[in-house]
């Protein structure tokens, strides 16, 4: 059991998909980070934050992505279910505006965060 952060631990911030949100605990994803599996393989990170996108088309992500930062995020990860469908591999609930809320990410971040790296799915 991790009783203390370790100092060289990442702070990473998640966004997923609002609509999927409502029927995923989010288990694979937290799993990823605190195991440092998928696409946070040879990371160790904390998880500091887990938002939406703010509902379709990415209503709220901008927003949101600067509450991560603010709350000291230093990676920020897109869900995948936003990419790969919900269940993961499916298609099922596959976000049809992903490219846009990607740019929208990529703009904040160019503007208030360079040096936060952004990671495109989590497990």
Do not use: Q
Not at 103 to 120: I, R, T
């Amino acid at each position: 059991m991790l009783l203390f952060k370790a100092k060289n631990m990442l702070k990473v911030g998640i966004i997923r998909c609002a609509l999927v949100a409502e029927i995923c605990p989010a288990t694979s994803c937290i799993k990823a980070v605190k195991e440092s599996k998928g696409a946070f393989k040879d990371l160790e990170c904390e998880l500091i934050g887990f938002m939406t996108c703010g509902g379709c088309p990415g209503l709220k992500v901008s927003a949101n992505v600067r509450t991560l930062l603010n709350r000291g995020a230093e990676v920020i990860a897109l869900s995948s279910c936003m990419t790969r469908g919900y269940p993961v591999g499916s298609k099922a609930f596959t976000c049809p505006h992903f490219e846009d809320i990607k740019k929208a990410v990529e703009s904040v971040l160019k503007k208030d965060a360079p040096e936060v790296k952004l990671l495109e799915w989590t497990h």
